[in-house]
Nanobody
Framework: VQLVESGGGLVQPGGSLRLSCAAL????????MGWYRQVPGKERERVAT???????YYGDSVKGRFTITRDGDNNTIYLQMNNLTPEDTGVYYC????????????????WGQGTQVTVSS
């Protein structure tokens, strides 16, 4: 499964961006998809994820500002980021957690290539 990300860029504090991530390839059962953020010198942190059933998770720093949604027909997720702050700056990676076939003996985790988000005046 290949993840195709888009939507990063440079935005001023208080602005908004929308990230998208499409999972291309064969997925028998999707467990969840989501976004993780990494800045130099820090571990990659989970920003927001959404399960196949629509249950969402948000990191404490983004609650109330970010919204994750999913287009189940196309295995595509979106991250609407509002009221951005410089602390949101980083490389955002899309992740998919899934079973590739009906045997369900192997559970896979794929990462996208990352998209840069920079919040600066």
């Amino acid at each position: 499964v290949q993840l195709v990300e888009s939507g990063g860029g440079l935005v001023q504090p208080g602005g908004s961006l929308r990230l998208s991530c499409a999972a291309l390839g064969s997925i028998y059962m999707l467990v969840d998809m989501g976004w993780y953020r990494q800045v130099p010198g820090k571990e990659r942190e989970r920003v927001a994820t959404i399960t196949d059933g629509g249950r969402t998770y948000y990191g404490d720093s983004v609650k109330g500002r970010f919204t994750i949604t999913r287009d189940g027909d196309n295995n595509t997720i979106y991250l609407q980021m509002n009221n951005l702050t410089p602390e949101d700056t980083g490389v955002y990676y899309c992740n998919v957690d899934y079973y590739p076939d009906y045997v369900m003996e192997e559970r896979l985790y794929n990462w996208g290539q990352g998209t840069q988000v920079t919040v600066s005046s």
